[in-house]
């Protein structure tokens, strides 16, 4: 998840990410889900951040199952 807490943190300014789902306690199936909570990032910066943060997600998990 490093890269996408830099990511979010020195694009977007985001001050923190929590990553909660069950992707918490277990490793990366077809059926797992990506729940993130960015404090610091202004309104108009969602949709900006999103596609790029979980497609780096799905990458990092998909390469360390």
Do not use: H, Q
């Not at 977007?12 to 990410?17: D, P, Q, S």
């Amino acid at each position: 998840m490093g890269p996408i807490i830099e990511i979010l943190m020195a694009e977007f300014g985001a001050t923190k990410v929590i990553l909660f789902s069950s992707l918490v306690k277990s490793k990366f199936r077809e059926a797992s889900d990506l729940a993130l909570a960015v404090a610091g990032l202004a309104t108009l910066d969602y949709f900006p951040a999103w596609p790029g943060s979980t497609a780096l997600a799905i990458a990092g998990l998909m390469s360390n199952p």
